[in-house]
């Protein structure tokens, strides 16, 4: 199993924002992306709140903690990630055939 050093997040909203969280607090860096410019005050206010909490869950060392990123550029995202989470709302009709379905074919075209 390969090791991910780099997590893409597609879309930024709550649950997102709990896997940037996490990620970074154990050493992985996270390229969120977004069509929305504004999650990204949103996603960094998110994991800064969430530092107290899992500061808690052990006492055993950790790596340094991961960088995050933000862009809206998708593919960029896509390019630069060891592994995809797929965090778009849970309406299927979008992601079957709305914008979300359009987003995971575009990233699954341009990525090698």
């Known amino acids: 199993?390969?090791?991910?050093?780099t997590l893409g997040?597609?879309?930024?909203?709550v649950i997102g924002g709990g896997w940037a969280a996490r990620a970074l607090h154990f050493g992985i860096?996270?390229?969120?992306a977004d069509v929305k410019p504004e999650m990204e005050a949103w996603i960094r206010?998110?994991?800064?709140?969430a530092e107290g909490a899992l500061s808690r869950l052990?006492?055993?060392?950790?790596?340094?903690?991961?960088k995050?990123?933000?862009?809206?550029?998708?593919?960029a995202m896509a390019r630069q990630a060891d592994f995809i989470q797929e965090n778009i709302p849970e309406q299927?009709?979008?992601k079957i055939r709305g914008e979300g379905a359009k987003t995971m074919v575009d990233l699954?075209?341009?990525?090698?």
């Open 108 to 112: 699954r075209v341009g990525v090698p």
């Open 9 to 13: 997040l597609l879309g930024t909203g």
């Open 29 to 32: 860096d996270v390229i969120a």
């Open 1 to 5: 199993m390969r090791q991910v050093r």
């Open 45 to 49: 206010g998110a994991v800064q709140n």
């Open 58 to 66: 052990t006492f055993a060392p950790l790596p340094p903690k991961g």
């Open 92 to 94: 299927l009709e979008l």
């Open 68 to 75: 995050l990123s933000f862009t809206t550029d998708l593919l």
